[in-house]
């Protein structure tokens, strides 16, 4: 358009006339002083705690209608009060010259305005880890839509030579655009009606820009809201050309071209409205796209999926523009389906059939929510649930699944979809698995299985090894009816051909003679093992029924299925079930749990039997104290079977009581073990100065009156870890953008006992940490209400978090087995506990060590994932730091290969959040930002009155030549 010369002059003549008053400098000085302050006092920056620049663009939609009127109120006002605008319409040349060099100057100056504020980003970005995709798209967006209430006041200015006139008629024009799609109008309207009035309005489309989701459908749109206000300008100016007498076919011609063309550019939107493919996702990971890790699981569906959307038409006001993007994303996975996904969206109340079949069928029922306006307040029952079913299984999720609520003002709430993608794709792996598991168990295995058991022979064995066998054959006869010639059986005597055998399943799996009591001298081997290719793990003996021995056994071939829910041993510190009700009575898990649960089977594990049991995948240990030698060996055991053991753990316990917190050391029985095995946790605690805000009560004074106030201050105790403190090549951490780690302490590494394992080291505190062995921890407040730490003794980064993997030696090699215990009299317990059922046999063997796929997941911690930590730890943002629950999760994930949604669980759900820091510091920041500003403010005026005096020499030698 600019390569035009004579719109290249109109809008060089603009910019001059609008630098020559204090048009300019009063349009960029308010659009810079309006967007800071919103940024740093009205959206809050430092308290939302987010690396995003959202509230940047937050206001933009109601901002620009005010400063855009004002910029175009005098463009072709001024024109017809001075009388120029004569001028104008008798030139030769098109007066959409004209219009277009006017309004390309009124977009270089918002383009200057825009240019003003890129210090926010900048500082953003050098605070936390900014995500620089949706920053463009923000701008994108904001050049559009300041370009579209540009065109509209332009249209607005030719109509009228009252520049007030102007001003009040383009605010309401452009206000008018943008409430037709704001919550005030579309929350009067059903569903599908305020979904096309969001289509409609300004802002609506505005949000979904600055997300990070470009879509030409909303970038068409603003385009063709400038080419229908730049057409209407441009006729409404030709109008005043024509004569009352002139050429009516001409005038008849002009009229017809300008509505077809206002149809044409407006009737576009209605046909690529339906077209859902033509989106840029520009956010760093493609958070809101369908994910590969969804379409391998979309892949495996072998009948129609049907994911059917229940929202009704009247719902909450916070909740009705979620809607919408739920449709849109349900309708990605049906476009990812490629024809075996079928999406539905009803409304149950208006089919009452539908609604019957939801409630009494799925479960699903209405929410009441309370909606209120200025007269008064009702309650809505309100559906807001997703329906994910393959063949006869069925998974619900309702809008507590779906969003999460966080309080940013004591009455204004921040309502967004939580993670909707990997809630779904995680049901859609729910409902097929649970297919999966009705049918064949051997069907989900791809390849033979080959259980080998390594049993002596039947003279060697004791009586109930002997009736043990003969079921384990009766049963394996059964199961491979099942497997159809998938598991191929064996037995073999180790003893058999001089030993050879029994020397090698020593070497290779650690598998020794056993005895079936203390004082026996009679041994013998009865070891079952099941391998696909070069895997192998063990099946454990269980309680020698036929029941026990095949949930084993299901249990060790679905390990090598990807078709089946895995399952997790958690092992806690025992609590009172009646103190807990009231917070009291040990630490809690529920959140842990809760994150868990989602995709796997949570089993509670009791160590003090001296065995973890068949079923167990994976072995977690959060803050178990005082671990008796039964205990530590069903531990070890598991991880010699090639299992995974996962532990929280650290020297101390923390003490939280009303006006008290302290530290109290404790030995979790862990520590020679874990020593064993290169690996040890120090008896201090870091402190980081990079850490977490504590709540602290703090009395203030003012006017002679006492205030209580929370303050949230600095607490070292709470290494707050990100950036270089995370593994980024780690799949662990990789997705994790913060954790706090409270009151860890150091993790040390032999390396001598680790030089033939792989070690990957997972968190670090910051270079400036240090540590103390003071148990007393409570917050310490310096003047100023500001924290008291300062740093002591050596200072350097700290390793807090680690996975040790490879063969490891059992603990208990060359030891008796703690289940063959003796009595007091000196005599074996085993054989004299009468109330013993008559299958019960201890089998005194030890698996000297475990094969590679043995791991070890160790974080130097014992409180980072209990409920009052989490809840202390993340005051500060209104909600619970899920940090450090994420951070096990996705350890969990990793340990069980279910890399499918750890990868998704990492695209969006934890926000990118800020470094702490001091008030101070955020002034100075703040200040910053203000002084660039002005320092731009000030560069442009120099510039401008550098060229005026360059004007005004040449007109001086102009008049003296």
Request: proline share 4%.
């Amino acid at each position: 358009m600019l390569l035009d010369p004579h719109i290249r002059r109109v809008t060089t003549k603009e910019l001059t006339l609008f630098f020559a008053s204090p048009v300019a400098y009063l349009f960029l000085g308010a659009f810079a002083a309006l967007t800071l302050f919103i940024f740093f006092w009205g959206e809050a920056f430092f308290s939302r705690n987010i690396a995003d620049v959202r509230p940047l663009f937050e206001w933009m939609p109601i901002l620009l209608i005010f400063l855009s009127s004002a910029l175009t109120m005098r463009m072709w006002s001024e024109e017809r009060r001075s009388g120029t605008l004569e001028h104008v319409l008798t030139q030769p040349i098109g007066i959409w010259r004209f219009v277009a060099g006017k309004f390309c100057a009124c977009l270089a100056l918002l383009s200057l305005a825009l240019l003003i504020t890129l210090p926010l980003p900048l500082t953003v970005s050098l605070l936390g880890d900014l995500d620089w995709g949706p920053v463009f798209s923000g701008y994108i967006a904001t050049f559009l839509l300041g370009g579209a209430y540009l065109s509209a006041g332009l249209f607005v200015s030719a109509r009228s030579d009252n520049q007030i006139v102007s001003l009040i008629s383009s605010v309401a024009l452009c206000g008018l655009l943008y409430l037709i799609g704001s919550r005030t109008i579309t929350g009067l309207f059903g569903n599908q009606v305020g979904e096309w009035l969001r289509l409609l309005g300004t802002g609506s489309r505005f949000d979904a820009i600055t997300r990070g989701m470009i879509d030409v459908r909303d970038f068409y749109y603003y385009l063709s809201l400038i080419a229908t206000f730049l057409t209407l300008n441009t006729f409404s100016l030709e109008q005043e050309r024509w004569a009352a007498t002139g050429d009516k076919r001409y005038h008849r011609a002009w009229r017809m071209t300008t509505m077809l063309l206002i149809a044409n550019v407006l009737g576009a939107n209605l046909w690529l409205g339906q077209m859902n493919f033509m989106r840029v996702d520009t956010t760093e990971g493609d958070i809101y796209s369908i994910s590969d890790a969804t379409q391998g699981y979309l892949a495996q569906l072998q009948e129609p999926l049907l994911i059917r959307g229940y929202f009704s038409a009247k719902t909450h006001p916070l909740l009705a523009p979620l809607v919408p993007q739920m449709r849109d994303l349900i309708r990605e996975y049906e476009v990812a389906g490629n024809g075996r996904v079928r999406a539905e969206f009803i409304d149950p109340i208006a089919s009452p059939e539908l609604e019957e079949e939801a409630n009494q069928k799925y479960g699903i029922r209405p929410v009441p929510f309370q909606v209120s306006d200025r007269y008064q307040a009702s309650l809505v029952n309100s559906y807001f649930d997703v329906l994910v079913q393959y063949g006869d299984e069925f998974q619900t999720l309702g809008f507590q699944q779906l969003i999460e609520v966080k309080a940013t003002q004591e009455t204004d709430l921040d309502v967004k979809l939580r993670n909707p993608e990997y809630d779904i794709t995680r049901a859609v792996k729910k409902v097929l698995q649970a297919y999966q598991s009705g049918g064949n168990l051997f069907d989900t295995v791809k390849g033979e299985l080959q259980f080998t058991a390594y049993v002596s022979e039947q003279d060697r064995l004791p009586e109930a090894l002997k009736t043990f066998k003969g079921i384990l054959e009766k049963t394996l006869s059964d199961m491979d009816k099942t497997a159809k010639g998938r598991l191929k059986t064996r037995f073999i005597s180790p003893e058999a051909n001089g030993g050879k055998v029994a020397a090698q399943i020593e070497r290779d799996f650690g598998f020794k003679s056993m005895m079936a009591s203390l004082f026996d001298t009679k041994t013998f081997y009865f070891y079952l093992t099941l391998a696909k290719e070069d895997q192998v793990i063990q099946v454990p003996l269980g309680d020698l029924s036929e029941d026990g021995f095949r949930r084993n056994l299901e249990g060790a071939v679905k390990r090598f299925s990807s078709g089946f829910t895995k399952t997790v041993g958690l092992a806690t510190p025992t609590t009172d079930p009646q103190m807990a009700r009231f917070g009291m009575g040990g630490p809690q898990f529920n959140q842990l749990r809760a994150a868990l649960e989602g995709e796997l089977n949570i089993q509670s594990v009791d160590l003090s039997t001296g065995s973890v049991g068949g079923e167990p995948d994976l072995l977690l240990l959060a803050g178990m104290t005082e671990l008796d030698e039964k205990s530590l060996f069903a531990v070890d055991q598991f991880l010699m079977r090639g299992g995974t053991v996962m532990l929280a753990t650290s020297p101390f316990q923390t003490d939280m009581g009303r006006n008290r917190l302290s530290l109290m050391q404790q030995k979790s029985g862990l520590e020679d073990w874990l020593a064993h095995h290169g690996l040890a946790v120090e008896e201090q605690v870091v402190l980081d100065p990079q850490n977490a805000a504590f709540p602290v009560p703090v009395t203030r004074q003012a006017g002679g009156f006492s205030f209580q106030e929370i303050r949230m201050i600095d607490y070292p105790y709470f290494p707050d870890i990100r950036n270089s403190g995370l593994n980024q090549e780690s799949a662990i951490t990789r997705g994790l953008n913060q954790v706090t780690l409270a009151w860890a302490s150091p993790i040390s590494l032999d390396a001598g006992k680790n030089s033939a394992r792989k070690i990957t080291e997972l968190l670090h505190s910051s270079e400036k940490a240090w540590l103390s062995d003071a148990l007393n921890v409570m917050p310490q407040i310096g003047p100023g209400g500001m924290s008291a730490f300062t740093p002591e003794g050596d200072t350097g980064r700290r390793l807090l978090g680690v996975v040790s993997e490879g063969r490891f030696d059992s603990y208990f090699s060359g030891k008796e087995s703690p289940l063959l215990k003796k009595t007091e009299g000196g005599e074996d317990k085993t054989e004299n506990d009468k109330n013993a059922s008559s299958d019960a046999i201890a089998l005194g063997s030890v698996i000297e060590h475990s094969p590679e796929s043995a791991r070890i997941i160790l974080f130097s911690s014992n409180a980072f994932l209990e409920d009052r930590v989490t809840q202390l730890a993340g005051a500060v943002n209104g909600s619970a730091a899920l940090g450090g629950i994420q951070l096990a999760a996705n350890a969990v994930d990793w340990a069980l290969e279910e890399q499918g949604l750890l990868a998704i669980r990492a695209r969006g759900h934890f926000n990118r959040t800020l470094p702490p820091m001091p008030q101070e510091m955020r002034q100075i920041w703040e200040a910053i930002n203000y002084s660039l500003a002005i320092i731009a403010l000030s560069v442009l005026a120099f510039i401008q009155r550098i060229r005026k005096k360059r004007r005004n020499r040449r007109y001086l030698q102009t008049l003296t030549a």
